[in-house]
């Protein structure tokens, strides 16, 4: 069992770049698959990224392919999520959850979610 906690959203230009962070306790983090997702108002929550408990294997979706990067560190029960080259469709709650169930972008295979941290991209 792990509980992601994540930081490090805030306000940004567009353009401009942030790093999340999820740490999550439990001596297994590095059994389970690491995902970011994200909920603009008034829309459903929709899938970021993810990274194998490897933390070689990620996946991403096609709009964040190319500008927003995945990484952990299991010795520090960390992973992150580098955000470059935002724009203002990128505003959302950005949430960390954790799967055994590998590289799925599905939220119903996530069971253990954050809190969230909100992330703002003006124009």
């Known amino acids: 069992q792990v509980q992601p906690v994540e930081s490090g959203g805030g306000f940004v230009q567009a353009g401009g770049s942030l790093r999340l962070s999820c740490a999550a306790s439990?001596?297994?983090?590095?059994?389970?698959?690491m995902g970011w997702f994200r909920q603009a108002p008034g829309k459903e929550r929709e899938f970021v990224a993810v990274s194998h408990w490897n933390g070689v294997s990620t996946s991403y979706a096609d709009s964040v392919k190319g500008r927003f990067a995945i990484s952990r560190d299991n010795a520090k029960n960390t992973v992150y999520l580098q955000m470059n080259s935002l724009k203002p469709e990128d505003t959302a709650v950005y949430y960390c959850?954790?799967?055994?169930?590998?590289?799925?972008?599905?939220?119903?295979?996530?069971?253990?979610w954050g809190q969230g941290t909100q992330v703002t991209v003006s124009s």
């Open positions: 959850a954790a799967t055994l169930k590998g590289l799925s972008s599905g939220i119903r295979d996530y069971d253990y």
């Open positions: 439990g001596r297994t983090f590095g059994s389970y698959a």
